[in-house]
């Protein structure tokens, strides 16, 4: 197949990216797809952490570029799930060290070699996000309910529209469907409404991002959670699959509980 | 909360949060200050003065929201059509 090359941006920090970088990488391996995660953020490097790879890291993408090594160096190989990489960013340099052109040739010289390439986007609208979008033919926008986020998710919509990426989906992250059937929180439609973008997830909160997190094994590799099953199904609609998207307004008005009912057929219908 | 807020139809924090943000998100989008507006608004005045008696009070003029772009929606009260001119022209 051809190389996809997707870009995870928020604006907002915080967020969920790397979370959402991690574990869409390692699903998608799991599926059978040779894929390659890449840590954009240069200087505050975390994916290597949220993937559980710092240990093995010997170099690293700004290596590449200046042609200190080979690209296979730098890649770390995932033992757990075959055929995940790791490239991962300097640690002591800065944003700077690379530019939107440089990081475009990398990407792209990871076409053919790779079924998906996942760049890790920093926070921010500056030269960090210009540059891990450059490379990227996709965008995912990953927004959590709340009006920071929202408002910074539009704005980066907005960038990436004026870049001509023309593929830019939305994740919602941290659903707290309680609190949205309370009146209390935005939920899934008000920000599909506000943003006006294509769904391609919802992301329940769930205490075991956490867990994993601290372990440095992204839940797509071992845990069945809520959070994990949702990672499943973005993985799956990336990968063309029709999966149909949780009736939002009942996820909202009567929580989770009723969903997994659903499921079981005592309604029928969708989960 | 959530039950009586719903039954008296009261503004939620759910609500004030969607309202606030579609309202904070035009002007994002638009990046039109209050000053070029009122701008805007003064010109309109007189350029629709040369063919009407409007009335200046009663003209809503704002940014509003259509999908992902900002359409600009005046209404402008008129009063009179101005229809001098012409007839003088007929003569």
């Known amino acids: 197949m051809e190389t996809r090359i997707i870009v995870v941006t928020s604006g907002k920090g915080g967020v969920g990216k790397t979370t959402v970088t991690a574990n869409l990488s390692a699903r998608l391996a799991m599926e059978g797809f040779k894929v390659v995660a890449i840590d954009a953020d240069i200087g505050l490097r975390n994916l290597d952490v949220v993937m559980g790879l710092e240990n093995r890291i010997v170099f690293n993408m700004i290596d590449v570029i200046e042609g200190a090594c080979k690209l296979p160096q730098a890649l770390v190989r995932d033992k757990r799930v075959e055929n995940l990489y790791l490239l991962p960013a300097a640690q002591t340099r800065t944003k700077d060290a690379v530019t939107s052109d440089q990081m475009k040739e990398l990407c792209d010289s990871l076409r053919g070699e790779f079924d998906f390439v996942l760049v890790d986007s920093p926070a921010g609208i500056e030269s960090g996000f210009r540059n891990a979008a450059a490379g990227a033919d996709e965008a995912l926008v990953v927004a959590t309910p709340e009006v920071s986020s929202v408002r910074d998710a539009d704005r980066i919509i907005g960038l990436l529209e004026s870049f001509g990426k023309t593929s830019i989906n939305l994740i919602v992250n941290r659903v707290r469907p309680e609190m949205v059937r309370s009146g209390k929180m935005l939920g899934v439609s008000d920000v599909m409404e506000i943003l006006a973008i294509d769904l391609i997830g919802i992301v329940p909160e769930d205490d075991s991002v956490v867990v994993s997190t601290n372990k440095g094994e992204p839940l797509a590799m071992t845990n069945v959670s809520p959070a994990s099953r949702a990672f499943e199904k973005i993985a799956g609609r990336i990968m063309g699959k029709d999966i149909p998207l949780q009736d939002i307004d009942d996820l909202e008005e009567k929580g989770f509980l009723v969903n997994f009912r659903k499921l079981f057929g005592r309604r029928g219908g969708r989960s | ?91």
């Open chain 2, 1 to 91: 909360m959530g039950f009586l807020d719903r039954f008296f139809r009261r503004e939620t924090p759910r609500k004030s949060a969607k309202e606030r943000l579609q309202l904070v998100l035009i002007h994002d989008r638009a990046d039109i200050s209050p000053g070029t507006m009122e701008l805007i608004r003064k010109d309109l005045i007189k350029v629709i003065s040369n063919y009407m008696v409007i009335s200046e009070e009663g003209i809503e003029m704002d940014l509003e929201r259509d999908g992902r772009s900002v359409a600009l929606v005046a209404s402008i009260p008129v009063l009179e059509v101005k229809r001098k001119r012409s007839r003088e022209g007929d003569k």
